[in-house]
C-alpha cells in the first residue's frame, strides 16, 4: 500500500523568516559568484579570461581598472582604432572607451569617470557629426549605475537583469567553450581589452554596398523640415557641450577629429539640404576648438579616400586601414587645422564632392 | 513612486509597514489612519505635487456633494447634488483626458482650426473618478453615508489602489479602515499579501516587461509582418496586458493585505472565459461592478426588455472603451465588444450547445483580435498587424530577431524564435495551466515547495528589477 506524504506545514511567522533568510542568502551568494567572476571587469582587469565584447558594460570597467594613459572617446568612428599602432606611433598607452552611435550625455558619462580616474593625459575624441545633429538625448542604453561611486547600486550589477540573464551566462559559457579548445568568435568576446569594439573583421566593404545601398533607400530619402538656422543651433549647442567636458586640466591635451565620412554621405546631406548646415558647423566646431588650450583638432572629410567607397561599409563607416591612416596623421601632423585655415576650411572637401559627383553623377542622379 | 521599484520595495514598503504597525499600539486608532493617509499623500506626491493637489480638490467636491446628497430633504435637492455632482467629476474627467479628441473631432465640423493642448492628467484619475462617481450615486440610493473626513481622506488617497485600481467602493473601505481588529498585525494575512506581492511582481517585471520588448517592437516595425511574426506580437500583447495589470492588482491586493485590509479580487482567470460577456466578467471585475453601478443600472439595466438591456449593453462596452482611452481605436473596440456582447445574449441558447472548449478557444482569439485594435496608436496601426496574420509568403523568421531586439543585444534568428516562441509558451502554462493567483493565496499552505517557489519568484523579480518600465494602466 502506497503512503501519501503528509506535507510539513510552517506556522506563518516561520515562513515568513524562512522567506526572508533564504531570499536574502541566494541574493548574497549571487552577489559572490558576479563578484567572483566579474564579468564587466568591474572590480578587476582578469589575468587571461575571456571577456564579452559588450562595451556598453565593459567601458565602465575599464576606465577603472586598466592601466593607461590616454583615451579614445566616440562613436562606432572609433571602435576599430588599433591600439598598439598608437602605442607605437603616438607614444601614448591608449584604452578605447567608444559606444556606437555615443551620445552627448553618453560623452558626458564617460569623461566624466576618466575625470575622476585622473589617469588620461591625451584623449581622442571623435565628433561625429550626425550624432551632433540629435535632439533629446537619453541614457536609456547605457549601464548609468556601472558610472558612479554609488556602492547601493552595485546591486544593479551583482543581482541586475544584465548581469544575471544575458551578460553571466552568456560569459561562463563561452569560457566553458574556450577551455575546451572551441574558438569564441572575436566579435563574441576576447582576451583583449585593445579590441573591444573592434567591428572591422566582420564588415563587409564595397561599391557595390554602397551604390546597391544608395538605389534601395532613395525613396526614402526626404528634404528636412527644419532650416538651416535649426539645424546650425541645434549641432552647435551639441559641439559646445562635447568641447566643454575636456576642458579641464585633467586633460593635458585633446586631440578632437572630423571623422572621414564616404563622399555619398555628403551627397544624401546635399539632398537633405542640411548641406550649408553641415558646413557652417564645420567651421564653427573649427574656431570653437581654437578657443581651448589644450585642444587641436584634425580633419579627416576631404582626404582622398573618402571618394574611393571600397573603403566603406556604408555612407559612413569607414574600413580600420582609414584609421590606422588617422593615427598616421595624428603622428605627423597632416590633416592638422589651424584658424588661420578658417576661411578656407570648407574648400577641399566642397571640392572633392563635386569632382565625385561628377565622376559618378550616372548612378548617383539615376537612383 | 511604482510598486516595481527598489526605491518602492525597500524602502517606502518597509518604513511604511513599521510605522502603520508601531502606532497600532496607540490607543487611539486616529494615529495610525493619519500615519497611513501621510503615507498615501506621500507616494502620490512622490508623482508630482499637482498630482496631490488635483486629488485633495477633486475629492473635497466628491465629499461635499456626498455630504449635502445625505443630508438633502427632498427628492428634488437630492437630484440637484447627484446630478450636480456627477457633472462636475465628469467634467474633470472629461476636460483632463478628453479635451484634446472632442476638439480634435468636433472643431473642423464648425470649420476652425485644432491645436492640441497640453492638459495635465492627474495619476489614477479614470480611478478615483469612478470611484466618486460610485460613492455619489450609492448615497443618492441610500445605500449608505460618508463618515468621517480623515476616514474619507484615506479611502479616497490609499497607495496601494490609487495609480491604477481596483476600484474600490466606499462601504469595502470604510468599514475596514474603521474595524479595530485589523489595526494590529496579522501574520497570517501577511503572508497572504507577501505572496500576492510576489507572484505580482514575477508577473509584471519576468512576463510582461519582457513580452512588452516584442511587442513594441512588432508594433513599431516600419516593414510587412509575415504570420509568424505578426502572431507572436499579438499573442505577446495578449499575454502581457494580462500580466502587466493583473499583476499590478496582485500587488496592491497582497500590499492592502500586508497592511490589514482586504481589497476586492480585480481578476479571474480571465482568458479562461467561454464567452465575451464571462470575460468581461472576469477582467478588471471592479471596472466592470462600476460601470454598473454608474451607467448600466442608472440607464435601466435589465428591466426593461430585451431591446433595452441589450442597448444598455452596448452602451456599457462603449463608455468602458472610451474610460481606456480618447482615441477612435478604443471607442472602436469598446463598440465592437458591445456589439459582441449583445450578440451573446441574444444567442446565448444556441452558443452554449458548442463544446465549452471549443468556446474558450473563440473567445480567446477573439479577445486576441481586438487587443490589436486596443494597442495599435491609429487604425492603420492595427490594419498592418491584421494584415501580417494572413501574410503566409514566407516564414521571415529573421523577423523574430526584430522583435528580440532591445537595444542592447541583437540576437541571431535561432536564438530570437526560441527567446520568442519560449516566453510565449511560458505565458500559456502560466496562463492556463495555474491556479488563480488571488484564489491560491485564499488557502495558501504553507510548506516548503510553496517557500521555494516564492523565493524563487522574488529572487527572479529581484533580477529583473534593474530592468525599468511603467505599468500600462497607469496611462488610463
Known amino acids: 500500500m502506497k503512503v501519501q506524504k503528509e506535507k510539513k506545514i510552517m506556522s506563518e511567522k516561520k515562513f515568513l523568516l524562512s522567506f526572508f533568510a533564504l531570499s536574502l542568502a541566494v541574493l548574497l551568494v549571487m552577489s559572490l559568484v558576479v563578484f567572483w567572476y566579474d564579468p564587466y571587469v568591474y572590480y578587476r582587469m582578469p589575468e587571461d579570461r575571456l571577456i564579452i565584447n559588450n562595451y556598453r558594460f565593459i567601458n565602465p570597467g575599464i576606465a577603472k581598472n586598466a592601466e593607461y594613459d590616454a583615451a579614445v572617446v566616440g562613436s562606432s568612428m572609433t571602435q576599430n582604432f588599433d591600439m598598439p599602432l598608437m602605442r607605437e606611433e603616438l607614444g601614448v598607452d591608449p584604452v578605447k572607451l567608444s559606444v556606437g552611435g555615443m551620445s552627448v550625455e553618453g560623452m558626458r558619462l564617460t569623461v566624466d569617470l576618466l575625470k575622476k580616474e585622473g589617469k588620461a593625459k591625451t584623449v581622442f575624441v571623435c565628433l561625429d557629426l550626425p550624432s551632433m545633429n540629435k535632439e533629446g538625448d537619453d541614457l536609456k542604453t547605457y549601464a548609468t549605475y556601472l558610472y558612479d561611486d554609488d556602492v547601493l547600486n552595485d546591486v544593479k550589477y551583482l543581482c541586475g537583469y544584465e548581469t544575471w540573464m544575458r551578460l553571466l551566462p552568456v560569459n561562463a559559457g563561452f569560457s566553458v567553450l574556450d577551455a575546451v579548445g572551441y574558438e569564441i568568435p572575436r566579435f563574441y568576446a576576447t582576451r583583449d581589452i585593445d579590441r573591444i569594439a573592434e567591428w572591422h573583421e566582420d564588415a563587409k566593404y564595397g561599391k557595390e554596398y554602397l551604390i546597391s545601398d544608395y538605389r534601395k533607400s532613395a525613396a526614402n530619402c526626404t528634404k528636412t523640415s527644419d532650416t538651416t538656422e535649426e539645424i546650425v543651433a541645434r549641432m552647435q549647442k551639441n559641439v559646445d557641450a562635447v568641447l566643454e567636458l575636456f576642458d579641464c586640466a585633467e586633460f593635458e591635451e585633446c586631440v578632437v577629429f572630423l571623422p572621414p565620412y564616404s563622399q555619398i554621405f555628403w551627397e544624401r546631406v546635399s539632398q537633405t539640404g542640411e548641406m550649408e548646415a553641415y558646413l557652417s558647423v564645420r567651421k564653427y566646431i573649427l574656431s570653437a576648438v581654437s578657443e581651448y588650450g589644450n585642444m587641436k583638432l584634425f580633419d579627416f572629410q576631404a582626404i582622398a579616400e573618402t571618394a574611393d567607397l571600397d573603403n566603406y561599409k556604408d555612407y559612413t563607416h569607414y574600413s580600420k586601414d582609414i584609421n590606422d591612416l588617422m593615427v598616421h596623421a595624428f603622428a605627423s601632423g597632416e590633416a592638422l587645422v589651424h584658424e588661420a585655415d578658417l576661411p578656407t576650411f570648407n574648400d577641399a572637401l566642397l571640392s572633392r564632392y563635386e569632382t565625385f559627383r561628377a565622376q559618378n553623377g550616372e548612378w548617383l542622379d539615376l537612383a | ?476
Request: net charge positive.
Open chain 2, 1 to 476: 513612486m511604482t510598486f516595481s521599484t527598489y526605491l518602492f520595495l525597500f524602502l517606502f514598503l518597509p518604513l511604511s509597514l513599521l510605522g502603520y504597525f508601531a502606532l497600532s499600539r496607540a490607543k487611539n486608532p486616529v494615529w495610525q489612519r493619519l500615519f497611513l493617509l501621510a503615507a498615501s499623500l506621500v507616494f502620490i506626491g512622490y508623482a508630482g505635487v499637482l498630482h496631490l493637489v488635483w486629488l485633495l480638490a477633486s475629492g473635497t467636491l466628491a465629499y461635499l456633494f456626498a455630504l449635502w446628497l445625505g443630508k438633502a430633504q427632498t427628492k428634488a435637492q437630492r437630484k440637484t447634488a447627484l446630478v450636480l455632482g456627477v457633472v462636475i467629476q465628469v467634467g474633470l474627467l472629461a476636460y483632463c483626458k478628453y479635451y484634446n479628441f472632442f476638439a480634435e473631432n468636433l472643431l473642423p465640423l464648425f470649420g476652425k482650426d485644432f491645436t492640441a493642448v497640453n492638459i495635465f492628467l492627474p495619476l489614477g484619475i479614470s480611478f478615483f473618478t469612478f470611484q466618486q462617481l460610485m460613492l455619489l450615486v450609492n448615497v443618492y440610493q441610500e445605500k449608505y453615508r460618508v463618515g468621517s473626513p480623515l476616514t474619507y481622506a484615506l479611502f479616497l488617497a490609499f497607495f496601494p489602489y490609487r495609480s491604477s485600481g481596483p476600484i474600490v467602493d466606499w462601504s469595502v473601505m470604510s468599514e475596514q479602515i474603521e474595524d479595530p481588529s485589523r489595526r494590529r498585525f496579522d501574520t497570517a494575512r501577511f503572508t497572504r499579501g507577501l505572496y500576492l506581492l510576489v507572484v505580482g511582481l514575477a508577473k509584471k517585471l519576468v512576463l510582461a516587461d519582457t513580452l512588452a520588448i516584442f511587442v513594441n517592437n512588432g508594433f513599431a516595425y516600419e516593414g510587412a509582418l509575415r504570420a509568424p511574426a505578426a502572431w507572436a506580437v499579438m499573442l505577446s500583447y495578449t499575454f502581457q496586458l494580462y500580466f502587466d495589470f493583473s499583476g499590478y492588482s496582485d500587488m496592491a491586493l497582497g500590499i492592502a493585505q500586508m497592511f490589514g485590509f482586504d481589497l476586492p479580487q480585480n481578476f479571474d482567470s480571465p482568458y479562461k472565459s467561454e464567452s465575451c460577456t464571462v470575460f468581461w466578467r472576469r477582467w478588471h471585475m471592479t471596472l466592470g461592478r462600476a460601470l454598473t453601478t454608474c451607467v448600466y443600472i442608472p440607464l435601466g439595466g435589465n428591466r426593461r426588455g430585451l431591446p433595452r438591456t441589450c442597448l444598455n449593453i452596448f452602451l456599457v462596452m462603449a463608455v468602458s472603451g472610451l474610460w481606456h482611452g480618447a482615441s477612435w481605436t478604443f471607442v472602436l473596440w469598446g463598440v465592437i465588444y458591445g456589439a459582441i456582447q449583445v450578440f451573446e445574449r441574444i444567442s446565448m441558447p444556441l452558443l452554449e450547445k458548442i463544446p465549452k472548449t471549443l468556446r474558450v478557444i473563440g473567445t480567446f482569439l477573439t479577445v486576441n483580435l481586438l487587443w490589436v485594435l486596443f494597442r495599435a496608436p491609429t487604425l492603420e496601426g492595427a490594419a498592418k498587424i491584421y494584415g501580417g496574420l494572413f501574410r503566409f509568403s514566407s516564414l521571415g523568421l529573421s523577423q523574430f530577431s526584430v522583435l528580440a531586439e532591445d537595444g542592447i543585444i541583437g540576437l541571431p534568428t535561432p536564438l530570437a524564435v526560441a527567446f520568442v516562441l519560449g516566453m510565449l509558451a511560458v505565458s500559456f502554462v502560466a496562463v492556463f495551466c495555474f491556479e488563480n493567483a488571488y484564489r491560491k493565496a485564499q488557502s495558501l499552505v504553507l510548506d516548503k515547495k510553496t517557500l521555494c517557489w516564492l523565493v524563487f519568484l522574488f529572487v527572479l523579480s529581484f533580477v529583473h528589477l534593474s530592468r525599468l518600465s511603467t505599468f500600462i494602466y497607469v496611462n488610463f
